[in-house]
């Protein structure tokens, strides 16, 4: 079974206890890898027909016997720097060249070229893809910009006709004061 399968991904009602565990273990605050965990942990210890703590147990016991990791084996730092061209010490070269374990952790810390190849090409693919994205977006852009000069001609075009509008308003009431004024005037005139 390789890392993306899990015990019961064939079982229907398995998975489907699995992911109500997870959604129980989520509701009691446990983030979402640490419930899945638990719950893929659960569910592989109810296919061997023992309890997660047997299990968990005996895996514990089984890595106390292990013969990995020795006091000699690399560490990450030295893996990362002897995978990005860094040297090893005579002593560390010479037991990279006996454990089976560090070589094959030096060998899953290389990239594979195959791989990175295979990685490149479906990143490239995705550049179409984002330039078209890239291209709807200036697009929008454009348009929202044509908007908000159309929005804006129409808000100075009301503003202008807000100004005529109270010019006109303004001669209106000059006008209706000097029409009042002189129909005072002649009121006084009229009684004197």
């Known amino acids: ?93 010479a037991h990279l060249q006996a454990c089976a374990i560090c070589q094959a952790m030096i060998a899953a810390s290389k990239p594979d070229a195959e791989h990175v190849g295979r990685f490149l090409h479906e990143f490239s693919a995705l550049g179409p893809i984002l330039d078209a994205k890239d291209a709807k977006m200036q697009e929008r852009y454009g348009t929202l910009a044509r908007a908000k000069e159309s929005l804006d001609a129409e808000n100075a075009e009301r503003g202008r006709l807000l100004e005529e509008r109270n010019a006109e308003i303004a001669e209106l009431q000059r006008r209706l004061e000097a029409a009042e004024n002189a129909a005072a005037k002649a009121l006084v005139a009229e009684s004197a």
């Open 1 to 93: 079974m390789n890392g993306t399968e899990r015990k019961g991904q064939n079982n229907p009602a398995a998975e489907n206890q699995r992911r109500e565990r997870i959604e129980q273990l989520r509701a009691m605050g446990a983030d979402a890898g640490l419930a899945e965990s638990i719950a893929s942990a659960e569910l592989e210890a109810m296919a061997q027909n023992t309890t997660l703590g047997r299990m968990l147990m005996e895996d514990a016991q089984a890595m106390e016997y292990a013969p990995y990791p020795t006091a000699e084996c690399l560490i990450p730092d030295e893996v990362h720097e002897f995978c990005n061209g860094g040297e090893l010490p005579a002593g560390r070269k």
